[in-house]
């Protein structure tokens, strides 16, 4: 007679907005069949802790009706967390940190919704919260790979994945120039200090995404904690004539807008405006406060009083930028440079901001950089490569430059289940070329970075149309290739929903500007991780 087992919990984080919860609602009750129909394929059940709503859709939605749910789990059944959508950490952080049995997370492979993104998400939260569990992932639930390790969990609660694509860093292997550079600017940084311009802590439930302060002061990096009410009232005080400057660069540029009149669900020049506005707006509060890099939140109460900040964002990546002056008009403002700034206030992106901008004016390398969602990927099916080619792609924070100037941008109305009051997007594809991809982050109460090598490719317009019609379409993409990590292994180790790209000249200039990071980010205290290989193959270990 077959052994009886616990059913096994189960619970579906969601999103806080009610349309993205409802748009993406088949998509969760798809997976939660597929992933039911294998759990009982080895002779175990499954409970739903929570039920359908009447609003349409079966997702916690807030932090309050989390906590609600999770008094009714058995505190030690084995528990997944099963994820076809973006979700919000929070909302199930606060009952998976006081649940005693075994964790699972589960995402499956799709780009239609950000499911992955939203597992990454909670992994990274749960790692930094120093709560342990596992973690799989599947297109449809019956490959082996997916099975083997479920069975695993169900029978023992741990699964676990080959990381040997890691290595940490020995810093006798760092080479010479690039450990004297790393360290000379990681002085400096202790020295003269830094500022980051944080715009209200802790976008869409991001747990991993906020560094304590007592992991940032040692860096010589402090927080300037802004109100995003404070940038609504320094809009109000950009004027029409400057808003309209703005917008009157970017189309002198060649930066196309894909315009309607139904302010619902298209793109007008009143949304364009306003983010002119916020634009400039940003650009004056970081010189106020002197922030070296800043972090809008953008999703959490501005959505409901403002146009998308993504165009704004994208805008501070670029070198290439509308021209500001302060208000009384004497003084341009961070003439010829960037003000980098870091998607969803993903603080951990911003440290790395930071050390990259530096590195790479030092180098006389291409300075410009920023996150993208670690979205989704799979295999070319153009025949262009035989590579594994990811899906980085994110809501339109990218730099012009990553994307081949302002003339090959495109700017599209955002989703409106996302972002109900519109906006443009700063939407192209990526130019092919050497990249430098990396993620700060928290565990074990310590600041950590992994660093790898890649590059971004070009793919037939046949392909790339595919693969944004596969995610967001609206939104910019770069077809990554990792050097060395296979899908299994990034997906294992990763330790957040984003991941930073910069770009280099080329391989030898991408490997030096490696290495100094490593060097910098060491010289500060960080943990450093090399991940993969460099592009022809060969270890980090041999340098």
Aim: aromatic letters at 8%; one cysteine or more.
């Amino acid at each position: 007679m077959p052994r009886e087992h616990s059913p096994v919990q189960l619970v579906a984080s969601g999103d806080s907005r009610l349309s993205a919860n409802q748009m993406c609602w088949p998509a969760q009750a798809a997976l939660e069949s597929a992933l039911t129909a294998a759990v009982e394929k080895l002779s175990y059940t499954i409970h739903r802790a929570h039920e359908v709503t009447d609003e349409g859709h079966g997702f916690i939605d807030s932090q309050k009706r989390g906590i609600e749910i999770f008094r009714s789990i058995p505190k030690d059944a084995p528990l997944i967390v099963a994820e076809a959508v973006w979700q919000y950490s929070h909302h199930v952080l606060a009952g998976l940190l006081s649940h005693q049995g075994p964790i699972l997370t589960v995402a499956n492979w799709s780009g239609q919704w950000p499911g992955l993104v939203g597992m990454l998400n909670l992994n990274g939260s749960l790692t930094k919260a120093g709560k342990p569990y596992s973690t799989l992932w599947s297109e449809d639930f019956t490959d082996d790979y997916f099975l083997d390790k479920l069975k695993t969990w169900l029978e023992s609660g741990i699964c676990e994945h080959a990381a040997d694509h890691v290595t940490p860093l020995n810093a006798k292997s760092i080479p010479a120039s690039a450990a004297n550079l790393g360290q000379r600017l990681a002085d400096e940084l202790l020295q003269q200090k830094a500022i980051m311009g944080v715009f209200d802590e802790g976008c869409m439930g991001m747990f991993n995404a906020i560094i304590p302060d007592h992991l940032l002061h040692p860096l010589g990096v402090f927080k300037e904690r802004l109100s995003q009410s404070a940038l609504v009232a320094e809009m109000r005080t950009v004027t029409d004539a400057e808003a309209a400057a703005v917008l009157a660069w970017y189309q002198q540029q060649g930066m196309q807008f894909h315009l309607g009149t139904d302010e619902a669900t298209e793109l007008t020049e009143a949304q364009i405006l306003d983010q002119c506005r916020m634009y400039i707006a940003a650009v004056r509060l970081a010189d106020h406060f002197g922030c070296e890099t800043i972090g809008i939140q953008y999703q959490q109460g501005l959505k409901e009083m403002t146009p998308a900040s993504d165009l704004v964002e994208g805008t501070l990546n670029s070198t290439s930028r509308p021209p500001v002056r302060d208000r009384s008009g004497a003084r341009e403002l961070f003439p010829g440079r960037s003000v980098p700034h870091f998607n969803e206030v993903d603080e951990c992106a911003g440290l790395d901001a930071i050390l990259i901008q530096r590195i790479h004016r030092a180098l006389n390398q291409p300075v410009e950089t920023t996150l993208h969602d670690l979205r989704w990927g799979c295999f070319d099916q153009s025949g262009t490569t035989v590579e594994y080619v990811w899906v980085f792609e994110i809501s339109g924070s990218a730099p012009a430059e990553h994307l081949g100037g302002w003339n090959a941008c495109h700017g599209y109305r955002q989703p409106p289940m996302y972002f109900p009051k519109g906006g443009s997007t700063l939407a192209g594809v990526s130019k092919p070329g050497e990249i430098v991809w990396s993620r700060i982050y928290v565990a074990d109460n310590a600041l950590h970075i992994d660093l790898g090598r890649g590059k971004a490719i070009e793919l037939p317009e046949a392909e790339t149309q595919r693969r944004l019609d596969s995610t967001t379409p609206v939104w910019p993409i770069m077809h990554g290739v990792t050097y060395g990590v296979t899908r299994d292994q990034m997906m294992a180790k990763h330790q957040a929903n984003h991941v930073q790209v910069v770009y280099a000249e080329n391989a030898a200039a991408a490997d030096e500007a490696l290495w100094t990071r490593a060097s910098m980010a060491n010289a500060l205290g960080l943990k450093v991780n090399l991940c993969g290989t460099k592009k022809d193959g060969s270890s980090w270990e041999g340098n």
